[in-house]
């Protein structure tokens, strides 16, 4: 079954660029899923960030766009998220997960165990 | 962008009862709606996806409805595994909102 694992600095500093990477296992990254990442402030409930489609296609969420990029790298098998200008707000879980299907109408059925992300000085 | 709220935000109950928990999108979301249980620490798992369709391997005491732009999430008989967090999530049309969230507590 398909496992996601998150990776990345657990510390950035304020107005650095937040880098994470969510490494597929036991699938395709190329297969007919789309991949996401939400993260979850402390004591908040979850806040979809964005997806990415093998092809290259994404979708951000308004509030984050100006500051995101998420990239896919199918030969590693994993995709990626970057963050720029980060500020405390910022600080949080990050997720990564994927869809039921070829939609996001299945739901995200897999996810990551999830990456504590602080920014601070 | 579409709005959820979710009612109750709290709410504490006995293992073995009925519990019900709703969602209410701003604008019609045609049924795209996802529910999901969270434990802390732990990722959000998928229990419901398309409003009514239970995910493989989730418990039958588990169901959902609609009715217009109301969702609901059932729990017909509450387990001791099932003290957790619930979000409601619309998949219809970007951003993808999550809900507030209702924290199932043990009575």
């Known amino acids: 079954q398909v496992q996601l694992q998150e990776s990345g600095p657990g510390l950035v500093k304020p107005s650095g660029t937040l880098s994470l990477t969510c490494a597929v296992s036991?699938?395709?990254?190329?297969?007919?899923?789309?991949w996401t990442w939400v993260r979850q402030a402390p004591g908040k409930g979850p806040e979809w960030i964005g997806e990415?489609?093998?092809?290259?296609?994404?979708n951000y969420n308004p509030s984050l766009k100006s500051r995101v990029t998420i990239s896919i790298d199918k030969s590693k098998n994993q995709f990626s998220l970057k963050m720029s200008s980060v500020i405390a707000a910022d600080t949080a879980v990050y997720y990564c997960?994927?869809?039921?299907?070829?939609?996001?109408?299945?739901?995200?059925?897999?996810w990551g165990q999830g990456t504590t992300v602080t920014v601070s000085s | 962008d579409i709005q959820l709220t979710q009612s109750p935000s709290f709410l504490s109950a006995s293992v073995g009862d009925r519990v019900t928990i709703t969602c209410r999108a701003s604008?019609?979301?045609?049924?795209?709606l996802a529910w999901y249980q969270q434990k802390p620490g732990k990722a959000p798992k998928l229990l419901i996806y398309?409003?009514?369709t239970l995910q493989s391997g989730v418990p039958s005491r588990f169901s959902g409805s609609a009715s217009g732009t109301e969702f609901t999430l059932t729990i017909s008989s509450l387990q001791p595994e099932d003290f957790a967090t619930y979000y409601c999530?619309?998949?219809?049309?970007?951003?993808?909102?999550f809900g507030p969230g209702t924290k199932v507590d043990i009575k």
């Open positions: 997960a994927r869809y039921g299907s070829t939609s996001a109408y299945y739901g995200m059925d897999v």
């Open positions: 036991g699938g395709s990254i190329s297969s007919s899923n789309w």
């Open positions: 990415i489609y093998h092809s290259g296609t994404t």
């Open positions: 604008q019609d979301i045609y049924n795209y």
């Open positions: 398309a409003a009514f």
């Open positions: 999530q619309q998949l219809n049309s970007y951003p993808f909102a």
